[in-house]
């Protein structure tokens, strides 16, 4: 994957972020308002924060509530991880909208830390937020567990000081359908 020099990277092909991770997302935007007030973190790719993930995309407010990882199908023994600022009724099954922006990355699937801007495929964490994608380099991911299909995490990634995230965050592994 080649490192991205640009700042923002306007979807010019509506099936741009669905051959990205094909067949595991399936956005539309939906709903209005942001669903917390809670305060951003500020933009820190180095150290995690203890809370629960926070920050911003595009310079609104997000907070992490939901989310869902599967097997990557174009990546062996890699996870494609997909984290909403909204509840999901069934996070392994059916469509999920988002109108508030979501956070998407492949990771190996083990415990353990992965540098944004690293390896070969290069690692890297998408903002997406109203068919707009910021894609960060810039930070780490840690899987802290998988266990009994759940996995913990952590993670710090910037972009800028309008779009970063940083804090801790709780998914179910799908086994089977979609997100």
């Not at 062996?76 to 999901?88: T, Y």
């Not at 988002?98 to 990355?105: A, C, D, I, R």
């Amino acid at each position: 994957m080649k490192k991205i020099s640009v700042k923002v990277q306007k979807m010019t092909n509506s099936l741009g972020l669905s051959v990205l991770f094909a067949g595991l997302f399936s956005l539309s935007l939906g709903g209005c308002g942001s669903p917390n007030n809670a305060t951003p973190a500020t933009p820190n790719a180095t150290t995690y924060s203890t809370q629960q993930l926070t920050g911003q995309i595009d310079g609104s407010s997000w907070q992490f509530v939901a989310g869902a990882a599967r097997m990557d199908p174009h990546l062996a023994n890699h996870l494609q991880i997909a984290l909403f600022n909204q509840s999901l009724a069934s996070p392994c099954q059916g469509t999920v909208f988002s109108s508030g922006g979501v956070l998407l990355f492949s990771l190996p699937l083990q415990v353990g830390e992965t540098a944004l801007g690293a390896g070969s495929p290069q690692s890297s964490l998408t903002f997406e937020k109203a068919n707009q994608n910021w894609i960060s380099t810039n930070g780490k991911i840690e899987i802290l567990s998988i266990v009994n299909n759940q996995i913990q995490g952590q993670l710090a990634a910037v972009y800028d000081s309008k779009t970063f995230a940083n804090g801790q965050f709780s998914i179910p592994l799908c086994t089977t359908g979609g997100l």
